[in-house]
């Protein structure tokens, strides 16, 4: 039985150097990554340190210079086979707009079945469990420009889940989102792992969003930098602030209290966390 996994063995990309003859650059040096199946893994690193870039090799939007990236036993470079790694693995973007393609929220879910030749029937119950799972089945004959933010970014997922992917691959998709869409779309996030059992790799810059994956992994010019669980790598925080990375704002005030002498533990993420810290502090100061 093959491997559901997403398998990077010395990777790298390098982007051409101009007409004039300079040297190309190298955006991913020699990087080694396993995503495995069932997992949500969130991607960090500052603009420029080649997340993305990573991301598009995962369903071969991109193909290595040197170096093979493996999807279920299928490598990239494999172009006969590139049509069944993308059936394996779903990209979800920035800007919900550059995906939406109907002007029915349910035709557009249904655009890519459609395409495939997908029998109707067939269609017609994959739109609505996509629907459903995202939390927009109430909205599947609404116009999409009628819809927030957050709202279009779950279609857009919806149709990349109608498809049955293995990876969803979402690529900073809360960037464009207020506050609240991108609480409904990291909510909807986490509900494809643990309703659905779909492998969720997340790009992003928010640290509140890397704190709700299972694993973090922190890329630093073209390579890996921290792998991990959340408390393993926020709790390097000197590390991370050196490569231009924030950690989640718990844990910033941990570290500052500490600094100050107060003996809190360092690998504290949440609030409630902090709270429940706090309370146990005081509690036995107050005894003492």
């Known amino acids: 039985m093959e491997k559901k996994e997403i398998k990077v063995s010395d990777l790298v990309f390098t982007y051409p150097g101009d007409e004039d003859g300079a040297p190309g650059f190298d955006v ?70 550059n995906q939406i393609v109907a002007t029915i929220v349910e035709e557009d879910v249904a655009f890519a079945l459609e395409n495939l030749g997908v029998e109707p029937s067939e269609i017609r119950r994959r739109v609505d469990d996509a629907l459903k799972a995202v939390d927009m089945y ?30 969803i691959i979402l690529d900073e998709p809360t960037a464009m989102l207020d506050p609240q869409g991108r609480s409904e779309v990291m909510r909807t996030i986490k509900e494809l792992g643990r309703d659905y059992g779909t492998t969720v790799v997340l790009i992003t810059h928010y640290m509140d969003e890397a704190v709700q994956a299972d694993r973090v992994v922190v890329i630093d010019d073209g390579t890996i930098l921290r792998d991990g669980t959340p408390k393993e790598v926020f709790t390097q925080v000197e590390l991370l602030k050196k490569v231009g990375l924030d950690v989640p704002q718990v844990t910033e005030l941990v570290y500052e209290l500490r600094k100050e002498g107060i003996d809190l533990p360092l690998d504290i993420l949440t609030e409630e966390e902090c709270y429940q810290a706090l309370k146990k502090l005081i509690s036995e100061k107050v005894k003492a």
């Open 28 to 97: 991913l040096k020699n990087l080694n990554l396993t995503i495995h199946q069932g997992e949500f893994v969130a991607v960090l690193g500052h603009n420029g340190s080649g997340k993305s870039t990573l991301a598009k090799h995962f369903n071969a939007i991109l193909l290595p210079t040197s170096g093979d990236v493996v999807v279920c036993g299928i490598n990239t470079k494999d172009e006969d086979r590139i049509f069944d790694i993308r059936q394996q693995v779903g990209m979800v973007f920035q800007n919900p707009d």
């Open 138 to 167: 109430q909205y599947r004959e609404h116009a999409p420009h009628q819809l927030s933010g957050g709202q279009k970014q779950r279609v857009a997922i919806a149709g990349i889940l109608a498809m049955r992917p293995d990876f």
